[in-house]
């Protein structure tokens, strides 16, 4: 444990560079499960103050971005995806659901990643702390809205 944001950043980058498709996300999502179990870290990274988006870290060569996501009471999002980016969605406080072709629950400590395309509709059932990774700086991609049906 003692991870700290600039760590995890370089572990970040470093597994990217050397995997950068599909099995170095995996990779940095079990590390992310790590960092989710570092109570410190959780604490420093997700207090009250924070926001419900922010961008704690946004790579310089590779564009990923780590942020963190403070949820006040529960919400459903509409169905999404990330456009042409990736994302992993890491729980570190409170309920929620993350639903696509299936139905699962995020628990404390837990991560997901989502690949270019994968479309989810995260709901919140009540307040909520999450880190998330981001292939991209999603402040800057536009996205195709769904319905649910």
Not at 64 to 93: M, N
Request: contains cysteine; aromatic residues 6%; proline residues 7%.
């Amino acid at each position: 444990m003692g991870h700290t944001l600039e760590g995890f950043a370089a572990a970040c980058h470093r597994i990217l560079t050397e995997q950068p498709a599909r099995e170095g996300r995996q990779q940095v999502c079990a590390l992310l499960q790590d960092v989710l179990a570092d109570e410190t870290f959780i604490a420093a990274h997700l207090g009250d103050d924070v926001p419900e988006r922010k961008i704690l870290y946004e790579d310089p060569q590779l564009g990923f971005c780590i942020l963190a996501h403070v949820y006040q009471g529960a919400r459903e999002s509409t169905p999404h995806d990330h456009g042409p980016s990736w994302a992993i969605y890491g729980q570190a406080r409170g309920p929620g659901r993350v639903r696509r072709a299936r139905s699962y629950t995020l628990t404390p400590g837990a991560a997901h990643v989502y690949h270019e395309g994968d479309v989810h509709s995260p709901r919140r059932e009540g307040p909520t702390r999450l880190i998330r990774i981001e292939g991209t700086n999603m402040d800057r991609v536009r996205r195709r809205p769904y319905q649910a049906v």
